[in-house]
């Protein structure tokens, strides 16, 4: 059996053009209310803006498999849910990709958000 190989292009900075200025932004999370993600409420920072998100535990539908099913919610300050919220997965069957899945539209695209990087840190907390 042949395998065919390409070589990928070897990407080389371009000396021409001017370097990248914008710092990544800084993430950050504080608990508000409760035992999140079980049931409780995180004040989530990207950069200077703050957002408050509720998250709750939720049944998993067995057919995802053994691990955990929950529900983030985007609160509005007066603290009224904005919207239906994300559904979120934590999977640890598979050891080559344990990990948080998450339904919103930036886990799709770019396969993390920040609701699965502070699900999985609340999670890695709650085990500690
Ligand atoms: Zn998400």
């Known amino acids: ?23 990544p932004q800084v993430r950050t999370f504080r608990i508000v209310q409760g035992n999140p993600p079980f049931e409780g409420r995180v004040r989530i920072s990207v950069g200077a803006a703050t957002t408050l998100y509720e998250f709750g535990q939720v049944p998993l539908d067995p057919a995802f498999g053994p691990g955990l099913s929950f529900v983030c919610r985007k609160l509005f300050p007066d603290g009224k849910p904005a919207g239906e ?40 907390r709650s085990a500690s």
């Open 1 to 23: 059996m042949s395998v065919a190989t390409a070589t990928p292009p070897v990407r080389t900075q371009d000396q021409t053009k001017t370097p990248r200025t914008r710092r």
């Open 85 to 124: 919220g994300y559904h979120l997965t934590y999977r640890a069957d598979d050891p080559e990709a344990p990990g948080v899945d998450c339904d919103c539209l930036g886990h799709r695209h770019y396969h993390h958000c920040r609701h699965a990087d502070v699900l999985a840190a609340l999670l890695k």
